[in-house]
Nanobody, 126 residues
Framework: QVQLVESGGGLVQTGGSLRLSCAAS????????MGWFRQAPGKEREFVAS????????NYADSVMGRFTISRDNAKNTVYLQMNSLKPEDTAVYYC???????????????????WGQGTQVTVSP
């Protein structure tokens, strides 16, 4: 059974930083691309960032480009999202997800992912 457990969310002021972590189990982590998505109240879930199985390729939403960095540590079965220069519009529940296919690229599409974490709340105060 695949499990994804996010951590690292919290309350931060505008301009601050947070690092989210997502620990994976139940699948050979190093063979699968990973993604981060977020959902704000009243809005649809949206893509934030993704990373290929090898870590060599990444993909970012325009809204976070240059502020957020996705990375992975295959030895620890963990993917990270470093978030800098946070803005109130970054407030959302953040979810990590693992792709359904082996050796995938850094997809932006939710249908490419088959397991999701429970989410971690990120709140950025003005």
């Amino acid at each position: 059974q695949v499990q994804l457990v996010e951590s690292g969310g919290g309350l931060v002021q505008t301009g601050g930083s947070l690092r989210l972590s997502c620990a994976a189990s139940g699948r050979t982590f190093s063979n699968y691309a990973m993604g981060w998505f977020r959902q704000a109240p009243g809005k649809e879930r949206e893509f934030v960032a993704s990373i290929a199985w090898s870590g060599s390729y990444t993909n970012y939403a325009d809204s976070v480009m240059g502020r957020f960095t996705i990375s992975r540590d295959n030895a620890k079965n963990t993917v990270y999202l470093q978030m800098n220069s946070l803005k109130p519009e970054d407030t959302a529940v953040y979810y990590c997800a693992i792709q359904k296919n082996l050796y995938g690229g850094p997809s932006r599409n939710t249908y490419a992912y088959d397991y999701w974490g429970q989410g971690t709340q990120v709140t950025v105060s003005p």
